[in-house]
């Protein structure tokens, strides 16, 4: 391995700063009096305080997750604080506005469109600040289109019917151990309706930054696309770099009912902890959507962040006809660890998913790919192809696959590739000898290795993904 | 425009050049034949600034400048091309994105403008047509799935793309029928001009047929033993390299 590389792979991450605003954070400690104070401060309806105690109730009887392939200090869930907000939110700004300037200059900093009358106009931004969201873009505009883009928190005092009906009807409060813990203290995150026969007229985004030291983000985003409607919609993560690890536990659910279409995006780069594996996000997901018949579920994801990742966007093919993809690129460098992948669950006729996970690993990082494929009694004709590609940079780093595939129908078709390659000295030396520097030349090979994937982002951020694998591998070449 | 004096360089340990000398003026063209293993390619590697070859003494001086001095993408950049013996291949990156990154990296350090995407694919799809490969190998991932033949003519694509001062071509012949040894021939004459030098690295002299070189020199146990002309390429091909090493002994 050349030391050209070595050096190069030395990382800045970009994102690192600290917005300077007073917050208001509940002191640390978990127990039912918090999960009170936590509705109580979002102002809930009492069904849905009864809702968060319930999976409270849940998460005390449940233990960690041990079978991923990583390693980490088991959070002390007593030492984080559970919701923090800016001084500033508590008045709840009516429109953007109103809201501090100073928090929207933190989107602006990231690059994120903020105000509507900007170049990127195509995207409507829902920004959630810590615990709270701090205000969404473009709301009027979808509104005529009927289209419903808040915050998590904003629906379930304006939609109750819809949040009271899809709400843990795809990831149940007791799925898992994050879940549950999600289900009882969530604090803020997206809602999404698309009424029927409606295709969203523009992107739909959400960011989410977490400021605040010593704080877990408990992200909850539930997209319903009903009948015949089409929705694109896209999350961005950052956080400051901070010594000790912070916790982000998010629970996605996406509902598409007959012939409907939902494509989720995210480009995740949480702070990865510094090149001594000091610090980072632990990022323990439950990502999962329920497609009826002829509906279609894609997820394609960006994964370049975080210390720890534990996610595994899921597709549950219940109508006969529906369609699940998984595209996925997860890059690891210093001492990142990933464990990631998906769960095409075929319940219904003719089913059919698609899984591309991309893979690459640097320093002395580790990258595990895990996927389920099931196909159902049901699921006559079904079929799925998946294919795992590894990129190894250097010999310190792991790559491990673990596909699990279960089929209890025999008309059921599943095919399976999976290859591991490595970022040589002879295709460097290729590169230079062409003129081009070292730095270049992985972040070409790196692109070229997850084309496959960025074809599936959106535009506007397909560009975006690339220069962030290029950051993330970025370093002065020695 | 380059002058090697004395030099040795070694691999892990192993002494493979050992005291080679070799001028190079431009407008010249050198042959460079010699049995296996003799470190012809590692002459190539250690030119072009290849890790893994550590140079223990001598100098080469590169339009009066030490070559040394130099990392492998700035010795690019300051026109030394080496074709392959075997291209590597890149998996996933076009042969379009590849070589405009090259064109554009080297354009750059002439001070040149970077050329526009329009103005890149005319010039890459005619120069295709020229060394008789399809368009659609610009599509292709960089050498992926070539037959050697193909690679060998991607690698003169590529030279003849950038346009270098030196040419090191590096056993280009060897693999080919004689219709794409024809085809890396014309190429190569096509490049030959006042203020370029070439250097062709061959095992056999069928190639010298079609490329006539100015001088032939004979490589063996890592320096160069006897330089000629053209004629001493048919003498090798008649007695062999043994007859050289009794010569020399
Ligand atoms: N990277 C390397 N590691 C070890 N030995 C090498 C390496 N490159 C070349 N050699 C050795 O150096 C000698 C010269 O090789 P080479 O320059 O490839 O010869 P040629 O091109 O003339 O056939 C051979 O004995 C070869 O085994
Ligand atoms: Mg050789």
């Not at chain 1, 996927?371 to 009694?377: A, H, I, S, T, Y």
């Not at chain 2, 390299?241 to 020399?248: A, H, Q, T």
Request: charged content about 25%; overall charge negative.
């Amino acid at each position: 391995m050349s030391e050209h590389i070595e050096e190069y792979l030395k990382s800045e991450y970009s994102a690192g700063w600290v917005t300077d605003v007073e917050s208001l954070t509940i002191p640390p400690g978990l127990n039912e009096d918090v999960v009170r104070l936590i509705s109580a401060k979002k102002e809930e309806p009492e069904w849905m305080l009864e809702w968060r105690l319930k999976a409270f109730r849940s998460w005390l009887e449940m233990t960690e997750p041990q079978w991923a392939h990583v390693k980490y200090p088991k959070p002390d869930f007593q030492a984080l604080s559970y919701y923090s907000s800016p001084k500033s939110m508590e008045d709840r700004p009516k429109s953007l506005d109103e809201v501090d300037p100073e928090l929207l200059r933190t989107y602006e900093k990231l690059g994120i469109p903020v105000h509507e009358q900007e170049v990127l106009a195509g995207v409507a931004v829902d920004m959630v600040f810590d615990s709270v969201s701090v205000g969404t873009t473009f709301r009027a505009k979808l509104k005529e289109a009927g289209v419903i883009f808040c915050s998590i928190s904003e629906a379930v005092h304006e939609y109750p019917e819809l949040v009271k009906k899809y709400l843990g009807s795809v990831v149940p409060q007791k799925d898992n151990f994050y879940a549950a813990l999600n289900s009882a203290v969530f604090s803020d995150g997206s809602f999404v309706y698309i009424p029927k026969g409606v295709r969203c007229p523009m992107e739909l985004s959400t960011y989410f930054r977490i400021n605040e030291a010593k704080t877990g983000q408990f992200e909850r985003t539930l997209v319903i696309a009903d009948e015949g409607s089409h929705v694109s919609y896209l999350e961005g993560c950052t956080a400051p770099m901070r010594d000790e690890n912070q916790l982000h536990a998010a629970v996605v659910e996406l509902v598409a009912l007959d012939d409907a279409e939902i494509k989720y995006s995210t480009v995740q780069n949480w702070y990865p902890g510094d090149s001594e594996g000091k610090g980072g996000i632990f990022n323990f997901v439950t990502k999962r959507g329920l497609a009826h018949n002829r509906a279609k579920i894609s997820w394609t994801q960006v994964e370049t962040g975080s210390a720890v990742t534990w996610k595994y966007p899921s597709c549950i093919l219940k109508g006969d006809d529906s369609i699940g993809e998984f595209y996925s690129v997860a890059l690891t460098s210093n001492y990142q660890q990933a464990d990631t992948g998906t769960k095409m669950i075929h319940l219904g006729k003719n089913t059919r998913s698609t899984i591309i996970a991309k893979g690459i690993s640097a320093m002395k990082s580790e990258n595990s790919y895990r996927g389920l494929v099931r196909m159902n009694p049901g699921a006559e004709g079904a079929r799925n192809y998946t294919q795992c590609d590894s990129l190894l940079i250097g010999d310190q780093c792991g790559a491990h696959t673990f596909p699990y595939i279960e089929s209890k129908n025999p008309t059921a078709v599943i095919e399976h590739e999976a290859t591991t390659s490595k970022v040589s000295d002879d295709q460097l030396f290729l590169c230079q000898q062409r003129g081009i520097d070292a730095e270049k030349a992985v972040s070409m090979i790196v692109n070229g290795f997850c084309k496959e994937v960025f074809k599936e982002l959106p535009m506007e951020f397909a560009v975006e993904a690339g220069k962030l694998l290029e950051v993330s591998l970025e370093g002065a070449v020695g | 425009m380059l002058k090697i004096d004395n030099l040795t360089a070694q691999v892990e340990d192993l002494t493979i050049l050992n005291g080679l000398s070799l001028e190079v003026k431009p407008g010249e063209v050198h042959a460079i034949m010699g049995p296996n293993g003799a470190g012809k390619s590692t002459l190539g590697n250690v030119l072009a600034g290849r890790d893994g070859y550590t140079v223990t003494g001598g100098t080469v001086e590169f339009d009066g400048k030490n070559l040394f001095d130099l990392e492998a993408e700035e010795r690019a950049r300051a026109g030394i091309f080496l074709a392959f013996q075997y291209p590597v291949e890149i998996p996933g990156v076009s042969n379009m994105e590849f070589l405009k990154a090259s064109v554009d990296a080297i354009r750059t350090a002439r001070g040149e403008e970077p050329m526009s995407s329009m103005d890149f694919i005319k010039l890459a799809r005619a120069k295709c047509k020229e060394v008789d490969l399809p368009q659609d190998f610009l599509k292709r991932g960089v050498n992926e799935g070539f037959s050697g033949g193909e690679k060998k003519r991607n690698e003169l694509l590529q030279m003849m793309l950038l346009e270098p001062r030196l040419c090191i071509l590096d056993e280009t012949d060897s693999g080919l029928d004689i219709d794409a040894l024809q085809v890396v021939a014309k190429g190569v004459n096509d490049l030959r001009s006042p203020d370029r030098g070439i250097i062709v690295v061959t095992h056999y002299q069928r190639l010298l047929d079609f490329i006539i070189p100015d001088y032939v020199h004979v490589l063996a146990k890592g320096r160069i033993v006897k330089s000629g002309d053209k004629s001493l390429a048919l003498e090798l091909e008649k007695h062999g390299y043994s007859w050289i090493d009794e010569e020399v002994a």
